[in-house]
């Protein structure tokens, strides 16, 4: 099995700043990819930002300048810095982890965390 824990969720004000952590554990062989997700009260889950082709990352347009995605292969780690938070980037935010397990080694499975929450006061 392969576990996905996110964290560093916290309140914070305006035009202030976060760093999310996101590790994977367990039966993995390799792992594919992993990004980020938010999903905001009311709204639907929606994609902050994800690896690309040729090691580059897509970024929502809301997020572009502010956010910026990093990876820890040793530690299986993803991580995302907030800088210039806003009211309207509260949201639980989620990784998802596109992974090989040690039980299936030729397709990748995505695996989801439990989400943390970032809230931003104006």
């Known amino acids: 099995q392969v576990q996905v824990v996110e964290s560093g969720g916290d309140l914070v004000q305006a035009g202030g700043s976060l760093r999310l952590s996101c590790a994977a554990s367990?039966?993995?062989?390799?792992?594919?990819?992993m990004g980020w997700y938010r999903q905001a009260p009311g709204k639907q889950r929606e994609l902050v930002a994800v690896?690309?082709?040729?090691?580059?990352?897509n970024y929502s347009d809301s997020v572009k300048g502010r956010f910026a995605i990093s990876r820890d292969n040793a530690k299986n780690t993803v991580y995302l810095q907030m800088n210039g938070l806003q009211p309207e980037d509260t949201a639980v935010y989620y990784c998802?982890?596109?992974?090989?397990?040690?039980?299936?080694?030729?397709?990748?499975?995505?695996?989801w965390g439990q989400g943390t929450q970032v809230t931003v006061s104006s």
């Open positions: 998802a982890a596109d992974v090989y397990s040690v039980f299936e080694p030729l397709r990748s499975k995505v695996y």
């Open positions: 367990g039966s993995i062989f390799r792992i594919r990819s």
């Open positions: 690896p690309a082709n040729g090691g580059s990352t």
